[in-house]
């Protein structure tokens, strides 16, 4: 599913587990978000290039590229570096210092609903102040 309306905050989420997808769209959305799905690593890099949205979930074990490589594409590449990236994870906690530095956050799965929308409004609200500057 893939939601977008004027003048909403986007978040693209990149997630290969559907039932994690899903939720996470619906939780979000629920929270006035619009929301850009991706299920692999490939399609996430693409969808950040062709949506820049707002802030990127995303998850380190993916098909395709890893969570990993996505990270570092989108922190090289200078059409997306901005924008921030929360990385929502089982393995979260084994990111190197480096990798977690270029992060806006760390969400361990199984993650907990206000952690997870108060990280996205912090890291939109930021995005949106860099903008702005």
């Not at 996430?44 to 998850?59: I, M, T």
């Amino acid at each position: 599913m893939t939601v977008e309306t004027s003048g909403q905050k986007t978040v693209l989420v990149i997630e290969d587990d559907p039932w994690t997808r899903t939720i996470t769209t619906a939780l979000l959305a629920g929270e006035g978000f619009a929301v850009v799905e991706a299920k692999n690593g490939e399609e996430g890099l693409n969808k950040a290039r062709q949506h820049s949205p707002d802030a990127v979930l995303l998850d380190l074990a993916l098909p395709t590229k890893s969570g990993l490589e996505v990270l570092r594409e989108l922190k090289s590449d200078v059409s997306t570096l901005g924008i921030p990236v929360i990385v929502v994870s089982a393995y979260g906690s084994l990111m190197n210092e480096q990798d977690a530095h270029q992060t806006a956050g760390v969400i361990q799965k199984p993650f907990d609903y206000d952690d997870l929308v108060g990280q996205v409004e912090r890291a939109t609200e930021r995005a949106l102040e860099v903008a702005l500057t």
